[in-house]
């Protein structure tokens, strides 16, 4: 596609589910990122792919959270049993290759926990 | 590790007058450093870019900032800030081949 494409753009959620996420990055872009956004917080580093592997999961906040990306394509982070402090804004971005170039971001999916 | 520091949480300036945004940055080697903005509800774009080379850089539109390695700063500016600036702007650092860290952004605030 033309940019990034982020699924759902707005998710509520009752607490203790699970939620997937889906990000659907530029064609051609070997990384893909996550980054989570909380109000008054900035933008917190969840994970990186590069191809579908991903060499660093030090940002994942608990072990309810997992991704996934395969094709080298779409990717999927996944939040089991969601609590009311997941709730954020949860961004993915994509570049041509992991060498700290310029990343595309998505709109974001907001997620609401209840 | 690496850190980035944006000290103003708002900023709020006329219409038409010159605006900086600062950014502190902590990084063991030479960073390559980044200015992003997101408009309300909107994604991050890039403004500029800095990885070596002249310290003053040009970004999309007419903002440009100023590598200080002294100061450990990476200040954004703006000579004639327009209301569709308004939004909240992003200083980030990284390197070649490493993820990108955030500031917690500036929201800037235009006023008639």
């Known amino acids: 596609g033309a940019g990034v494409s982020q699924s759902p753009s707005n998710k509520v959620t009752e607490k203790g589910k699970d939620v997937e996420l889906r990000c659907d990055p530029i064609?051609?872009?070997?990384?893909l990122y996550w980054y989570r956004q909380s109000l008054g917080q900035g933008l917190e580093f969840l994970i990186y792919?590069?191809?579908?592997?991903?060499?660093?999961k030090s940002g994942l906040p608990s072990d309810r959270f997992s991704a996934e990306r395969t094709g080298g394509s779409v990717s999927t982070l996944t939040i089991q049993r969601t609590q009311q402090e997941d709730s954020a804004v949860y961004l993915c971005?994509?570049?041509?290759?992991?060498?700290?170039?310029?990343?595309?971001f998505g709109e974001g999916s907001r997620l609401t926990v209840l | 590790a690496q850190s980035v520091t944006q000290p103003d949480i708002h900023i709020t300036v006329s219409e038409g007058a010159s605006l900086e945004l600062r950014c502190n940055y902590s990084?063991?080697?030479?960073?390559?450093l980044f200015w992003y903005v997101q408009s309300p509800g909107q994604g991050l774009q890039l403004l500029l870019k800095?990885?070596?080379?002249?310290?003053l850089v040009q970004g999309i539109k007419g903002f440009e900032a100023e590598f200080k390695r002294s100061q450990s700063s990476f200040n954004l500016r703006k000579p004639s800030v327009h209301w569709s600036d308004a939004a909240e702007y992003f200083c980030?650092?990284?390197?070649?081949?490493?993820?990108?860290?955030f500031g917690k952004g500036t929201m800037l605030l235009v006023s008639p």
């Open positions: 971005a994509s570049s041509l290759e992991m060498a700290a170039g310029e990343l595309f």
């Open positions: 064609s051609g872009h070997t990384a």
């Open positions: 792919f590069q191809g579908n592997s991903a060499p660093d």
């Open positions: 990084y063991g080697a030479t960073p390559y």
């Open positions: 800095y990885f070596s080379g002249d310290t």
């Open positions: 980030a650092v990284g390197a070649r081949y490493s993820t990108l860290t």
